[in-house]
């Protein structure tokens, strides 16, 4: 539904519209005469420059999806060379504490090296807690493990907080690495509890063809997100 705000521009501009439409009748009619007889206006898309700007454009497209398309392969091969779902996921909590260990061998001064890392581990998590937000939380639920998926997924809130709290802040903030250092703490806690007691438990209790199904997923999800 439009708001009152769209409702009121989009009037505007179609009185805008109107009138210069009959003040300028003639000139338009003019235009659409060069226009059609051949006429090099920037904006015909007919004549032979714009159709070259056009292709140039489509292929730089091109090149950029490829290219996009190629590192969401990459990062999620080097994600998914690490075997099963709970793999995949073990190995992507190992990426973010080496992050969390170049955050914490930071000081003050470092400020853009700070924004750096925070940047690339609340990409990593965002990515990770995608996946098993999206697959492994819910498969857990279908599995009568709701309460743990619950509690996992709370923590995942407070992740945010953290990451939320530390842009709040700024690099340069003096309780900067405390503040990592429990987020650090929150995160490892989170982590050894997927990996040593839920998932274990989870995929004791698979069959071959639902521990396949599941890692196809999380790779899938881990894809689109990288
Ligand atoms: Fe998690
Ligand atoms: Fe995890």
Do not use: C
Not at 123 to 149: F, G, I, Q, S, T
Not at 193 to 203: A, G, I, L
């Amino acid at each position: 539904m439009a708001t009152r705000t769209q409702n009121r521009s989009s009037s505007r501009t179609s009185n805008r519209n109107t009138k210069s439409r009959s003040d300028d009748s003639g000139t338009s009619r003019q235009t659409a005469r060069s226009n059609s007889s051949g006429g090099d206006s920037a904006f015909s898309w007919g004549s032979k420059g714009s159709g070259a700007l056009v292709g140039a454009a489509l292929a730089g497209a091109a090149i950029g999806f490829a290219a996009n398309f190629g590192r969401k392969f990459l990062m999620q091969s080097m994600s998914g060379m690490a075997g099963d779902w709970d793999e995949v996921l073990a190995a992507e909590h190992d990426a973010a504490m080496a992050i969390f260990d170049k955050m914490l061998a930071t000081d003050a001064s470092q400020t853009f090296k700070r924004g750096m890392l925070l940047t690339k581990l609340t990409h990593a998590l965002d990515k990770h807690a995608h996946e098993e937000e999206m697959v492994v939380y819910p498969a857990l639920r279908e599995a009568n493990e709701a309460h743990d998926a619950d509690l996992l997924e709370g923590e995942h809130g407070y992740i945010k907080t953290f990451i939320y709290e530390l842009n709040q802040m700024g690099a340069d903030a003096p309780n900067w690495l405390e503040k990592v250092r429990e987020f650090r703490d929150l995160v490892h806690k989170h982590a050894h509890m997927e990996e040593e007691q839920v998932f274990p438990r989870f995929k004791e209790r698979m069959s071959e063809e639902q521990n396949a199904r599941i890692t196809n997923l999380v790779n899938r999800d881990g894809f689109w997100m990288a």
